[in-house]
C-alpha cells in the first residue's frame, strides 16, 4: 500500500497501518496471512515435510522419508533455504556413512504460495508432475504441493460457501 494511503487509513482511525513497501505480491509469496477467496497454492500445501541438513546420514533420511510416507526428504540449510532433495531409490543405495548431500538432487523446482492453485495443478498435469517444492522469494521452505490435493480438498472459497 502507497504511504498516501497509510496515512488516510490511520487518520479514519484503522490501526496498526503498515506501508509494506514490497507490496502484495511478495506479500503472498512471503506465504503471509491475507483475506479472500483465492485459492493459492499455499492454501494447500502440506506444511510438515520431512528434513534434514546435507550432513545428515543417509539412513537416517530414509527413516524419516518412510515414516512421513510421501517424499522427497528435503535438504535444507541452517537458515531454512532449500538446498535440494533426496529420494527413496538414492538414500536406499547410499553407503552405510553417505551424507545425505552425496545423494541429493541439486536445482529442485520450486513455486511460491502464491500461485494459483488450480493452474498450478494443471500445468503440473500436462507435464506428468505430482508434487513441487513451495518456497519463499527469499529459498525458505514452506512445504510440498500435490496436485491431486486441489481437487481432494476444498480451498477456502468451497469451505465458506458450506460454512457461510
Do not use: C, I
Request: no cysteine; net charge negative.
Amino acid at each position: 500500500m502507497s504511504p498516501r494511503a497509510a496515512w488516510r487509513l490511520e487518520a479514519a482511525g484503522f490501526s496498526p497501518v503498515y506501508d509494506y513497501a514490497a507490496g502484495k505480491a511478495d506479500w503472498l509469496a512471503a506465504d503471509l496471512p491475507f483475506q479472500g477467496t483465492a485459492e493459492l497454492a499455499g492454501t494447500f500445501t502440506r506444511r510438515g515435510v520431512a528434513t534434514v541438513a546435507e550432513t545428515t546420514p543417509a539412513a537416517e533420511a530414509l527413516r524419516m522419508l518412510e515414516a512421513q510416507r510421501y517424499g522427497p526428504v528435503l535438504v535444507l540449510n541452517q537458515a531454512g533455504v532449500v538446498m535440494g532433495a533426496a529420494y527413496r531409490d538414492a538414500l536406499a543405495g547410499a553407503s552405510g556413512k553417505a551424507e545425505t548431500a552425496s545423494v541429493m538432487r541439486f536445482g529442485v523446482s520450486t513455486v511460491r504460495p502464491s500461485e494459483d492453485a488450480a493452474a498450478l495443478a494443471d500445468r503440473m498435469g500436462h507435464a506428468e508432475v505430482t508434487r513441487v517444492v513451495v518456497t519463499r522469494s527469499d529459498g525458505t521452505l514452506v512445504g510440498l504441493f500435490f496436485a491431486g490435493d486441489v481437487t481432494s480438498q476444498p480451498g477456502p472459497a468451497a469451505q465458506a460457501e458450506r460454512t457461510g
